[in-house]
């Protein structure tokens, strides 16, 4: 689905990285670590063509991302949910209608009806439904930004560093929604820093651990 064949990425004369390799196969969970600067988040928005890599090629469902055009991006994207790391929302907006904007900019809203409500449900916001972003509490921001990023029924879930901000408990929660995911054919990609976490989601999951480090891309394999 999502390949990345030769991937280097650079800026102002910087490399940040090169020569990185990896696909996202349907049903396939992967973890991306690394210190911070190493590139996870630049890595993360070459797979959904927010950035285009200065070497090597990105290939989205069998087409050069470098090659399609704003229309073919934005359809290709419709098939990727992204549960980015600051977690912004439309204050003035309530949690029903931030998570329903991916449908609503699509044009697709009609289909959200009953999807909300089992969405909601499964991520514990029902209650927490006709509130504003700012009354959520860090770990409802989270499972709302999941559910924001899967009201599209993607196929690839990416999550920049999606428990940074949230309590152990909150965060076991988080990772058993996404490998809920995972099993239903999903491919998860998850960049984080957090050992523990990854530890956690291999006693449920066949995870792969990539490791991105001094500019290259290393596989971690069965062991932490």
Not at 86 to 110: K, M
Not at 123 to 139: H, I, K, M, Y
Not at 209 to 217: E, H, I, M, P, W
């Amino acid at each position: 689905m999502i390949e990345l064949d030769g991937v280097g990425y650079g800026y102002g004369g910087r490399t940040l990285f090169s020569d990185l390799s990896m696909a996202l196969a349907p049903g396939s969970f992967h973890f991306l670590t690394g210190p911070s600067g190493a590139g996870k988040t630049t890595l993360l928005k070459l797979c959904y063509a927010e950035l285009t890599a200065t070497e090597g090629r990105v290939t989205l469902w069998g087409r050069d991302a470098a090659a399609m055009d704003r229309d073919a991006v934005a359809l290709a994207r419709r098939r990727i949910g992204v549960v980015h790391q600051d977690c912004q929302f439309l204050d003035h907006l309530p949690v029903s209608e931030n998570i329903l904007l991916p449908l609503t900019v699509a044009g697709r809203q009609d289909e959200g009806g009953q999807n909300l409500r089992e969405l909601l449900a499964w991520v514990g916001l029902t209650a927490q439904a006709g509130r504003l972003p700012p009354e959520l509490s860090g770990g409802e921001r989270q499972r709302a930004a999941l559910a924001r990023a899967v009201i599209t029924s993607p196929d690839v879930i990416l999550a920049d560093e999606p428990t940074g901000n949230i309590d152990w408990e909150m965060s076991q929660r988080l990772l058993t929604l996404l490998i809920e995911l995972n099993r239903m054919g999903k491919a998860v990609l998850i960049a984080t820093h957090d050992l523990n976490l990854i530890r956690a989601a291999k006693a449920h999951v066949a995870a792969r651990v990539l490791r991105l480090r001094d500019g290259r891309l290393l596989q971690a394999g069965a062991d932490l």
